[in-house]
């Protein structure tokens, strides 16, 4: 029986995407000594590695990048910093005495943390957790699973594609598509609008002649042993038809890698399926801290890694005795109208803002000019209008009303007033 060699450290952060490596640079530039990420993939970096379109790396480093440079550019600065990386290294559970159960090519260990960050992010629903019938043919994918055919592997992928979902990551997967060679006859989406960037549907429609279906459902998927066609619905009238492909690629609908956070205890949010944080990211669990997408299914990857610098800033006073402990006490967050969800989801002290001084709201539907107002039992700590909702993407509301929330008061209530 092999036996788990102990393993100790300040800070162990689970995941090396950017949230991940962001937060460990952070704990080493505050002088936090033995800082180790635990990467279950051989490179670290994230989903970035196998996303080799640009348009990375904006709001953190001022620049535009490709995928594979942003993610080479995290993991350089986080050896530098003199970070452990840890790669191809599986956290598979948490040991009787608070530890980390670790398996690795080098063994069995336990690492033992006096914090421990989750940045373990989120993943897409595959076909069969959405539902969508029909024959089981190859030729289905995610996001995550082409981008890692394609630019990883460098295995083709058919010749005709449709992808399903109209948001970002719709059309990431329609220019590594592109990059592969795949003639891409549509993406589809259910709702009356695309939910991504304007640039990004012009440059779909006019320029690479792809159309974006709107109001549209797939019904089916069929054929064997390779998938020949989809069926599609209008939702506004009910009429189907076949498009003819041999590719369908399902993106978005995500959903957070919570198995690690589930397993510890912590508070889950039954909306985002993630762990309830405060501002500073911290769980209800003291010494256990969460950040990226993992708390936010799924923002950009710059914002996940501007929420891993400031979790690690914010570990980095908590080890200094500088910070609250954990969110399981404080003042709940509550949401009202369409909104799906908001993060963070208490506040433990009102001295503390969140990652960019802004508070994450999901929208569940489109609204221009939106009025939202923040307010706790009668009295109103804020009111204004967000310029949009879109729904999957995020709207920021601005969080210097913090400051005016009562400690010992009733639970916070942002309501969407459309």
């Known amino acids: ?35 180790e990420v635990l990467e279950r993939e051989v490179v670290a970096g994230g989903i970035p590695r196998h996303s080799a379109h640009t348009g990375y790396g904006l709001r953190d480093f001022r620049r535009i990048m490709t995928g ?15 970070v452990t990386l840890r790669t191809t290294t599986m956290v598979t ?25 989750m940045a373990t992010g989120a993943r897409e629903r595959p076909r069969p957790a959405r539902w969508v019938p029909g024959d089981r043919g190859q030729g289905v994918y995610t996001t995550g699973q082409l981008q890692q055919t394609v ?52 440059g779909a429609r006019w320029m690479l002649r792809v159309p974006v279906l709107t109001g549209t459902r797939v019904v089916a998927v069929r054929g064997k042993p390779r998938i020949a066609e989809v069926e599609l619905e209008r939702l506004a009238d009910g009429h189907r038809w076949t498009e003819a492909c041999d590719t369908v690629v399902f993106t978005g609908d995500w959903v957070p890698d919570h198995e690690l956070a589930r397993t510890a205890g912590v508070g889950m949010d039954p909306r985002t399926l993630g762990p309830v944080i405060d501002a500073t990211g911290a769980t209800s669990t003291p010494g256990l801290f969460a950040a990226g997408n993992l708390c936010h299914p799924v923002e950009t990857a710059d914002v996940a890694a501007l929420s891993g610098r400031h979790a690690g800033r914010s570990i980095a006073r908590w080890l ?6 954990a969110a399981g006490a404080g003042v709940p967050i509550e949401v009202d109208g369409p909104l799906a969800w908001t993060s963070p989801q208490r506040i433990s002290s009102s001295a503390d803002l969140p990652a960019r001084g802004r508070v994450i709201l999901r929208p569940s539907a489109f609204a221009r000019l939106p009025r939202v107002r923040v307010s706790q039992g009668d009295r109103v700590l804020w009111q204004g209008r967000l310029p949009q909702f879109v729904p999957s993407r995020p709207a920021l509301l601005p969080a210097s009303w913090l400051a005016r929330v009562d400690p010992s008061g009733a639970a916070v209530r942002i309501e969407a007033l459309v």
């Open 93 to 117: 559970g948490w040991s009787g005495d608070g530890g980390l159960e670790v398996t690795a090519p080098d063994g069995l260990s336990v690492v033992h943390a006096s914090a421990v960050l």
């Open 320 to 325: 200094a005795g500088r910070a609250a402990s």
């Open 1 to 35: 029986m092999n036996e788990r060699i102990r393993h100790d450290v300040d800070v162990a952060v689970i995941g090396g995407g950017p949230a991940g490596l962001a937060a460990a640079v952070a704990l080493r530039r505050a002088g936090v000594e033995r800082v």
């Open 151 to 202: 630019y990883l592997q460098h295995r083709p992928v058919g010749r005709r594609a449709i992808v399903v979902g109209a948001e970002h990551v719709g059309f990431s997967a329609m220019m590594t598509l592109r990059h592969a060679g795949v003639e891409v006859a549509a993406l589809t989406t259910e709702l009356p609008r695309h939910q991504s960037y304007l640039p990004f549907h012009l």
């Open 68 to 82: 594979p440079a942003y993610a080479r550019r995290y993991a350089a600065l986080a050896a530098a910093a003199g």
